[in-house]
């Protein structure tokens, strides 16, 4: 099972800031099988990039990642409103699927 | 619109069963894979189980093998998850996901069924 672990738990960050979010896997993930999610309280994840680097239909452009192997990033360039909220990445190069831990990023 | 909305959650005892429905619109139902991922509250997603298109191949997460059996009716655009052996720690929010071309990442997501497992 690869084992994704997210770094930080938490970003206290203010609107307009750059945030950055970390996704490191136990073990090579195939073919950059790797989407990342943003999820509010009280709603479904929503999906944002697959491919470890390609944005979902209606993403902002302002969302971006990138990464191979076992290290991905996730980074927001400039926080709106709108952004804070919990992130997961997820690997499907292998199963089980496995998600990791989540990021939080808050208002500062 | 693609629209997935669950049903069947509720309050369950400790070695009870319970089964999950999930019922599909706006899409080819029988094309793409199906899975469930469930969310302990306040915790983070867990996958569960995923069925192919066809019914024919189905995947199931070390924790709920053997007790947990996910299935799909095409003629009906809705998937299934039988719950047996229900534990305290199988409480959470079991949501439904749509695989976008059946690659392994969700694209479209039900609103949740909340399953609680108590005595």
């Known amino acids: 099972e690869i084992v994704l672990t997210q770094s930080p738990g938490t970003l206290s960050l203010s609107p307009g800031e750059r945030a950055t979010l970390s996704c490191r896997a136990s073990?090579?993930?195939?073919?950059?099988?790797l989407a990342w999610y943003q999820q509010k309280p009280g709603q479904a994840p929503r999906l944002l990039i697959y491919?470890?680097?390609t944005r979902a239909t209606g993403i902002p452009d302002r969302f971006s990642g990138s990464g191979s192997g076992t290290d991905f990033t996730l980074t927001i360039s400039r926080l709106e409103p709108e952004d804070f909220a919990v992130y997961y990445c997820q690997q499907y190069g292998s199963t089980p699927l496995t998600f990791g831990g989540g990021t939080k990023v808050e208002i500062k | 619109e693609v629209q997935l909305l669950e049903s069947g959650g509720g309050l369950v005892q400790p070695g009870g069963s319970l089964r999950l429905s999930c019922a599909a619109s706006?899409?080819?139902?029988?094309?793409?894979?199906m899975s469930w991922v469930r969310q302990a509250p306040g915790k983070g997603l867990e996958w569960v189980s995923a069925?192919?298109?066809?019914?024919?191949?189905?995947y199931y997460a070390d924790s709920v093998k053997g007790r947990f059996t996910i299935s799909r009716d095409n003629s009906k655009n809705t998937l299934y998850l039988q719950m047996n052996s229900l534990r305290v720690e199988d409480t959470a929010v079991y949501y439904c996901?749509?695989?976008?071309?059946?690659?392994?990442?969700?694209?479209?997501w039900g609103q949740g069924a909340l399953v609680t497992v108590s005595s």
């Open positions: 706006g899409f080819s139902f029988s094309t793409d894979a």
């Open positions: 069925i192919s298109g066809s019914g024919g191949n189905t």
């Open positions: 996901a749509k695989e976008i071309r059946s690659k392994g990442y969700f694209g479209y």
């Open positions: 491919g470890a680097s």
């Open positions: 073990q090579s993930v195939s073919s950059s099988n």
